[in-house]
Nanobody, 119 residues
C-alpha cells in the first residue's frame, strides 16, 4: 500500500504565495520521480512541475519563474513553492509519485488540494 498525502492548499489574492507539500508513505522501495499536476474546472489535468531523484526538474511554461519544486529523498516528500500567483492558477493540485514497490513500478496520486487565487 502506498499513500500520498498533500497539504498546504488554500485561498490567496493575486500576487500571493502558497507552499504545497506531499508525503509518500507505505511499501516503497524507491521513488524515481515526484511531481505536481493540476486540474481546473472543465479542463484536463495538466503537468505543473516534476523532479527526479537526481534533482532534474521540469516545469510547465505557465509557471516557470514563479513556482519552484523541491524534494527530500530521505523523507519521500515533495514541495511546491508557488509565488506571484494568478487567478489562472486556481485549480485542484495533485501530487504524483513514480515509484517501485520491490521491482514493480507504479504511478500513484494524492487526493488533491484546492488552490484558489482571487483577483
Amino acid at each position: 500500500q502506498v499513500q500520498l498525502v498533500e497539504s498546504g492548499g488554500g485561498s490567496v489574492q493575486t500576487g500571493g504565495s502558497l507552499r504545497l507539500s506531499c508525503a509518500a508513505s507505505g511499501s516503497i522501495f524507491s521513488i524515481y520521480a515526484m511531481g505536481w499536476y493540476r486540474q481546473a474546472p472543465g479542463k484536463q489535468r495538466e503537468l505543473v512541475a516534476t523532479i527526479t531523484s537526481t534533482g532534474y526538474t521540469n516545469y510547465a511554461d505557465s509557471v516557470k519563474g514563479r513556482f519552484t519544486i523541491s524534494r527530500d529523498n530521505a523523507k519521500n516528500t515533495v514541495n511546491l513553492q508557488m509565488n506571484s500567483l494568478k487567478p489562472e492558477d486556481t485549480a485542484v493540485y495533485y501530487c504524483n509519485a513514480g515509484l517501485f514497490q520491490g521491482r514493480t513500478p507504479g504511478s500513484y496520486w494524492g487526493q488533491g488540494t484546492q488552490v484558489t487565487v482571487s483577483s
